[in-house]
């Protein structure tokens, strides 16, 4: 199964560098440049299927796509929830929390909202159960950086600190293949 990711397009200044998970954030300005660009090369593409997060951000970076009108939209690809930190910088819950980074799993855990457990448990059940059952060959998915980097974690056999510290840009494709749900 060849799949398509695509990282929602950018967000406003004041959400960058945030942890947004479920806030459900527009684009910018920019953020809608971006999408229109994308979509005009998304347009030349053929899908068996497209997914797409049920957020702003990701609907709105697909909506000028003609691909929009075959997207299922699903929560099953949002962001990890961060709980009462989302939509908070690193320095604002370091001051305002007091909490002190030791190493990225601890941080994880410390910030709390959804469990990193569940988290990639959700990944990787709509990406190694749902997606092969659906027998396609290609697939379209817009979603999130985070859920990005979750399955690059699980395809490549990198820690999540490694995958976290991949750049994913805003409006960036990147083109995997998964052979069978176990690898």
């Given at each position: 199964?060849?799949?398509?990711?695509?990282?929602?397009?950018?967000v406003d200044e004041?959400?960058?560098?945030?942890?947004?998970?479920?806030?459900?954030?527009?684009?910018?300005?920019?953020?809608?440049?971006?999408?229109?660009?994308?979509?005009?090369?998304?347009?030349?593409?053929?899908?068996?299927?497209?997914?797409?997060?049920?957020?702003?951000?990701?609907?709105?970076?697909?909506k000028h796509s003609?691909?929009?009108?075959?997207?299922?939209?699903?929560?099953?690809?949002?962001?990890?929830?961060?709980?009462?930190?989302?939509?908070?910088?690193?320095?604002?819950?370091?001051?305002?929390?007091?909490?002190?980074?030791?190493?990225?799993?601890?941080?994880?855990?410390?910030?709390?909202?959804?469990?990193?457990?569940?988290?990639?448990?959700?990944?990787?059940?709509?990406?190694?159960?749902?997606?092969?059952?659906?027998?396609?060959?290609?697939?379209?998915?817009?979603?999130?950086?985070?859920?990005?980097?979750?399955?690059?974690?699980?395809?490549?056999?990198?820690?999540?600190?490694?995958?976290?510290s991949t750049k994913?840009?805003?409006?960036?494709?990147?083109?995997?293949?998964?052979?069978?749900?176990?690898?």
């Amino acid at each position: 199964m060849k799949l398509t990711l695509v990282r929602h397009c950018e967000v406003d200044e004041k959400y960058k560098n945030c942890y947004n998970g479920h806030n459900d954030i527009g684009l910018s300005e920019n953020g809608e440049l971006q999408a229109k660009e994308l979509c005009q090369v998304l347009d030349t593409l053929e899908f068996d299927d497209v997914f797409c997060s049920d957020l702003s951000r990701t609907k709105e970076s697909l909506k000028h796509s003609l691909h929009v009108k075959s997207a299922i939209y699903t929560d099953k690809l949002r962001e990890k929830s961060w709980g009462v930190h989302e939509g908070m910088s690193y320095d604002e819950i370091v001051e305002r929390e007091k909490i002190e980074y030791i190493d990225f799993m601890q941080w994880i855990d410390v910030l709390g909202g959804e469990s990193y457990t569940e988290y990639i448990k959700r990944v990787k059940e709509f990406f190694y159960d749902y997606l092969p059952s659906l027998n396609n060959e290609s697939i379209l998915v817009i979603t999130h950086a985070g859920v990005i980097r979750v399955l690059l974690s699980i395809i490549h056999d990198i820690s999540l600190e490694e995958a976290f510290s991949t750049k994913v840009e805003y409006g960036s494709l990147t083109l995997k293949r998964i052979k069978n749900k176990n690898l």
